[in-house]
T-cell receptor, first 113, second 112 residues
Framework: DGGITQSPKYLFRKEGQNVTLSCEQN?????MYWYRQDPGQGLRLIYY???????QKGDIAEGYSVSREKKESFPLTVTSAQKNPTAFYLC????????????FGPGTRLTVL | GQSLEQPSEVTAVEGAIVQINCTYQ??????LSWYQQHDGGAPTFLSY????GLEETGRFSSFLSRSDSYGYLLLQELQMKDSASYFC?????????????FGKGTMLLVSP
């Protein structure tokens, strides 16, 4: 079955620690995205990548970092510089030229204590 | 920048028809998408309008008026399983890259 996996589903960290969220896809999509969702809010774009070894900042990139060394993987690091990191994080992918239809992973709910 | 407005909540009964409106302001507009998200789940794509008019997919239809910067999602023959949040999202071009900006979502509550 093709799809996007994110792990873990729930993650707890202490304040001041960096944490890396995993995102893997086997859909052979070129483009991948990271979004943050807060309660009662829409999805806000953190970073996106439309090709391996290239990525762009989204609307709320401060305090986050990414890498895109492989087509199928797009990990997100939440650094200690992110002032309010507790949120639901969603990874998505889309084929080249079809950026309007994105396929989402199940999400990781990060709680920083 | 981009901004989207949609109602925060809509309620309806099973079997009814409901319309969720979305107005937007953006530059470099390419099209309007709609996504469904059940509580705690992943958003799933429902429809996309690049041109003016109505797109129909089963019980769901989506409409776009580019001149009015307005679109809506129409859900017919409502079922309990349609209770979810619905997001409109504009596709736009920014410095050669195409991305989506999402609205804050409309929570649809379907009652028996």
């Amino acid at each position: 079955d093709g799809g996007i996996t994110q792990s873990p589903k729930y993650l707890f960290r202490k304040e001041g620690q960096n944490v890396t969220l995993s995102c893997e896809q086997n859909l052979n999509h070129d483009a991948m995205y990271w979004y943050r969702q807060d309660p009662g809010q829409g999805l806000r774009l953190i970073y996106y990548s439309q090709i391996v070894n290239d990525f762009q900042k989204g609307d709320i990139a401060e305090g986050y970092s990414v890498s895109r060394e492989k087509k199928e993987s797009f990990p997100l690091t939440v650094t200690s510089a992110q002032k309010n990191p507790t949120a639901f994080y969603l990874c998505a992918s889309s084929p080249s030229g079809t950026y309007n239809e994105q396929f989402f992973g199940p999400g990781t709910r990060l709680t920083v204590l | 920048g981009q901004s989207l407005e949609q109602p925060s909540e809509v309620t309806a009964v099973e079997g009814a028809i409901v319309q969720i409106n979305c107005t937007y302001q953006t530059s470099g507009f390419y099209g309007l998408s709609w996504y469904q998200q059940h509580d705690g789940g992943a958003p799933t794509f429902l429809s996309y309008n690049a041109l003016d008019g109505l797109e129909e997919t089963g019980r769901f239809s989506s409409f776009l008026s580019r001149s009015d910067s307005y679109g809506y999602l129409l859900l017919q023959e409502l079922q309990m399983k349609d209770s979810a949040s619905y997001f409109c999202a504009v596709r736009f071009m920014n410095s050669g890259y195409s991305t989506l900006t999402f609205g804050k979502g409309t929570m649809l509550l379907v009652s028996p």
